[in-house]
């Protein structure tokens, strides 16, 4: 079989850092720092190629118009390579996957995130080996060379999840994914054991890249003892679109009279509401506890299993799309890439 050939995507965060010699903070550097460092990628069977952000950044500054951009930079060289690596901060790593998931439609090229909490430069780094397992994933394929992961993954500490099911669960542990809802796709020991009834089917067929996120979308996280009033302001915010209510464990809310008419006055003005779960795993039931019931009666959607970040992406994804309140509905609430459970 020909040599397999990944393309790496440097957008920044903590893998490619140094720190600055006045403050001690760190600061994203250039891809050829990173790539200095790990002398072991000459070593990799695997084709090479790299794409940078010309300034890399911190994800805490990433935009919907820089996942287009990844989206775009994939879309450009996707006949070019057989799988794509995205170093990216792992702050707001689960975003950015969620979003490439929606915006990269007919994927069966692995595309593969994967980030680190120490920077490649120093001693006790998660860095190098997050990086070259996530090569090695990008590159895997079976004996018809067809990809292993034909979709949007995040590899991080011997552990490889679908990226639109991820989320951020520990500031300072290298283990600092996880996946509550889904099943790991994969895990690094001495093999890399895939999961394949985990994974997405390979399909044939062209990709196509979407280049539209809306980003008129808001999230409330409520809390016992949050003010109608706040919310009202909120939810008056002019431009707004569609808001992700964090409600407390299988979707409720506080019954407060209030607080029903801010959204019922929201409802009315068109405005997409959609009830997510604060909670870490399990899903949204609406009407299992009459504290829910008025979220029903209102049409608020339920985000079921989702996590707040493939919510709030998906309805930036969808009204990107330009989809009327129905259609936009009927669409949050299919599986677009697995991201729910059907
Ligand atoms: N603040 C960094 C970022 O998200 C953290 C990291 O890379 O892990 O860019």
Redesign the pocket.
Same mark, same amino acid.
């Given at each position: 079989m020909n040599q397999r050939s990944v393309l790496i995507i440097y957008t /920044? /965060? *903590?893998?490619g850092m140094l720190a600055d010699p006045r403050t001690g903070a760190l600061r994203p550097m250039d891809l050829a720092h990173l790539e200095e460092q790990v002398p072991e990628l000459d070593r990799m069977n695997v084709r090479l190629g790299s794409r940078s952000f010309e300034t890399p950044i $911190? @994800? @805490?500054d990433m935009r919907p118009a820089d996942w287009v951009r990844i989206a775009r930079i994939i879309g450009e060289q996707y006949n070019a390579y057989d799988g794509f690596v995205v170093l990216h /901060? @792992? $702050? *707001?790593m689960a975003y950015t996957a969620s979003a490439l998931s929606y915006l990269l439609e007919g994927l069966n090229k692995p595309v593969i995130l994967t /980030? @680190?909490?120490l920077p490649i430069g120093t001693i006790r780094t998660d860095a190098k080996e997050n990086l070259i397992t996530a090569i090695e994933v990008a590159a895997g394929c079976d004996e018809q060379g067809r990809a292993t992961v034909p979709e949007v993954a995040v590899y991080f500490e011997y552990s490889l999840y679908r990226g639109n099911r991820t989320v951020k669960v520990h500031a300072e542990r290298f283990e600092a994914f996880r996946s509550p809802n889904y099943p790991r796709l994969a895990e690094a020991g001495v093999h890399l054991k895939y999961d394949r009834s985990a994974i997405l089917p390979y399909r044939e067929g062209a990709l196509k890249v979407h280049d539209r996120m809306n980003d008129q979308v808001g999230v409330i996280r409520l809390f016992p003892g949050i003010r109608a009033e706040w919310i009202q302001h909120a939810l008056s915010t002019p431009g707004l679109r569609a808001v992700v209510l964090t409600t407390f464990g299988s979707g409720n809310g506080p019954t407060d009279a209030v607080f029903i008419a801010a959204l019922r006055e929201t409802r009315e003005r068109g405005i997409t509401l959609v009830n997510a779960t604060q909670c870490f795993g399990g899903q949204v039931e609406q009407g299992r506890y009459t504290t829910s019931q008025a979220f029903v009666d209102l049409g608020v959607l339920s985000a079921k299993d989702m996590t707040v970040e493939a919510a709030v992406t998906k309805l930036m994804f969808l009204l990107g799309q330009g989809l009327g309140a129905d259609a936009l509905a009927e669409a949050f609430c299919a599986s677009i890439c697995g991201e729910v459970t059907p």
């Amino acid at each position: 079989m020909n040599q397999r050939s990944v393309l790496i995507i440097y957008t /920044g /965060g *903590t893998i490619g850092m140094l720190a600055d010699p006045r403050t001690g903070a760190l600061r994203p550097m250039d891809l050829a720092h990173l790539e200095e460092q790990v002398p072991e990628l000459d070593r990799m069977n695997v084709r090479l190629g790299s794409r940078s952000f010309e300034t890399p950044i $911190d @994800s @805490s500054d990433m935009r919907p118009a820089d996942w287009v951009r990844i989206a775009r930079i994939i879309g450009e060289q996707y006949n070019a390579y057989d799988g794509f690596v995205v170093l990216h /901060g @792992s $702050d *707001t790593m689960a975003y950015t996957a969620s979003a490439l998931s929606y915006l990269l439609e007919g994927l069966n090229k692995p595309v593969i995130l994967t /980030g @680190s909490q120490l920077p490649i430069g120093t001693i006790r780094t998660d860095a190098k080996e997050n990086l070259i397992t996530a090569i090695e994933v990008a590159a895997g394929c079976d004996e018809q060379g067809r990809a292993t992961v034909p979709e949007v993954a995040v590899y991080f500490e011997y552990s490889l999840y679908r990226g639109n099911r991820t989320v951020k669960v520990h500031a300072e542990r290298f283990e600092a994914f996880r996946s509550p809802n889904y099943p790991r796709l994969a895990e690094a020991g001495v093999h890399l054991k895939y999961d394949r009834s985990a994974i997405l089917p390979y399909r044939e067929g062209a990709l196509k890249v979407h280049d539209r996120m809306n980003d008129q979308v808001g999230v409330i996280r409520l809390f016992p003892g949050i003010r109608a009033e706040w919310i009202q302001h909120a939810l008056s915010t002019p431009g707004l679109r569609a808001v992700v209510l964090t409600t407390f464990g299988s979707g409720n809310g506080p019954t407060d009279a209030v607080f029903i008419a801010a959204l019922r006055e929201t409802r009315e003005r068109g405005i997409t509401l959609v009830n997510a779960t604060q909670c870490f795993g399990g899903q949204v039931e609406q009407g299992r506890y009459t504290t829910s019931q008025a979220f029903v009666d209102l049409g608020v959607l339920s985000a079921k299993d989702m996590t707040v970040e493939a919510a709030v992406t998906k309805l930036m994804f969808l009204l990107g799309q330009g989809l009327g309140a129905d259609a936009l509905a009927e669409a949050f609430c299919a599986s677009i890439c697995g991201e729910v459970t059907p």
